[in-house]
Nanobody, 120 residues
Framework: QVQLVESGGGLVQAGGSLRLSCAASGITLDNYATTWFRQTPGKEREGVACISSIDGTTYYGDFVKGRFAISRDVAKNTAALQMNRLEPGDSGVYYC?????????????WGQGTQVAVTS
């Protein structure tokens, strides 16, 4: 059974940092591109970042503006999203998902999400 489990969300003040983790079981994460999405209040779900399985190339949403960094740990079969200089607009539920390659658009597995709340 494939599972993606996100963790690391929480409550933080604006300007603070959080590190989200996506732990995979039942699949080898390195065989997939891993994407972080978020669902923020009043907005459509949007892609935050993606890391390619082929060469580790990373992609970010325009709103990230250098504040976040996606990475993966092959040995631990996890992916992470380091979020710095958080803003209240970053509040929402963050999900990880896997696909054949970044921006392919067909996600094979999703996690259940982790809540991020940023206070001003």
């Amino acid at each position: 059974q494939v599972q993606l489990v996100e963790s690391g969300g929480g409550l933080v003040q604006a300007g603070g940092s959080l590190r989200l983790s996506c732990a995979a079981s039942g699949i080898t994460l390195d065989n997939y591109a891993t994407t972080w999405f978020r669902q923020t209040p009043g907005k459509e779900r949007e892609g935050v970042a993606c890391i390619s399985s082929i060469d580790g190339t990373t992609y970010y949403g325009d709103f990230v503006k250098g504040r976040f960094a996606i990475s993966r740990d092959v040995a631990k079969n996890t992916a992470a999203l380091q979020m710095n200089r958080l803003e209240p607009g970053d509040s929402g539920v963050y999900y990880c998902a896997v696909e054949a390659y970044c921006m392919y658009g067909q996600y094979e597995h999703w996690g259940q999400g982790t809540q991020v709340a940023v206070t001003s």
